[in-house]
C-alpha cells in the first residue's frame, strides 16, 4: 500500500507563495500520474494540477493556471507544488494523490491533506 504524506502548507498573505510537498512511501510505477487538488468545507474536491512521473506532462485546472507549477523528482519519490500569488479563494485543504489517466486521473492513493490558508 503506498503512503502519501503532504507537508508544507501554512497561513500565507494574498500574494505571497508557499511549497507544497508529497511524499510517496514507495514508486508509484502503477499509479504513474501524481496530482493535486484542493477541498474546501462544504465543497467537492477539486482537481487542481497533474504531472506524469516521467515529468515530460504537466496539466492544470484553469483557475491556477500561471500561478501554480507542479513537478517532480522520481527519484526521491516526491511530488511537489509550487503556488505563487495566492489568493484568498485558494484556501483549501490540498491533497496529493497517485493515479491513473491523463490529464485528470483517477487516483488510487491519497494523502491526509495539508491546510492552506490564504489571508487578505
Known amino acids: 500500500q503506498v503512503q502519501l504524506v503532504e507537508s508544507g502548507g501554512g497561513l500565507v498573505q494574498a500574494g505571497g507563495s508557499l511549497r507544497l510537498s508529497c511524499a510517496a512511501s514507495?514508486?508509484?510505477?502503477?499509479?504513474?500520474?501524481m496530482a493535486w487538488l484542493r477541498q474546501v468545507p462544504g465543497k467537492e474536491r477539486e482537481f487542481v494540477a497533474s504531472i506524469t512521473w516521467s515529468g515530460r506532462n504537466e496539466y492544470y485546472a484553469q483557475s491556477v493556471k500561471g500561478r501554480f507549477t507542479i513537478s517532480g523528482d522520481n527519484t526521491k519519490n516526491m511530488a511537489y507544488l509550487q503556488m505563487n500569488y495566492l489568493k484568498r479563494e485558494d484556501t483549501a485543504v490540498y491533497f496529493c494523490?497517485?493515479?491513473?489517466?491523463?490529464?485528470?486521473?483517477?487516483?488510487?492513493?491519497w494523502g491526509q491533506g495539508t491546510q492552506v490558508v490564504v489571508s487578505s
Open positions: 514507495e514508486s508509484t510505477v502503477e499509479s504513474p500520474v
Open positions: 494523490a497517485a493515479g491513473r489517466g491523463w490529464p485528470v486521473p483517477n487516483n488510487d492513493y
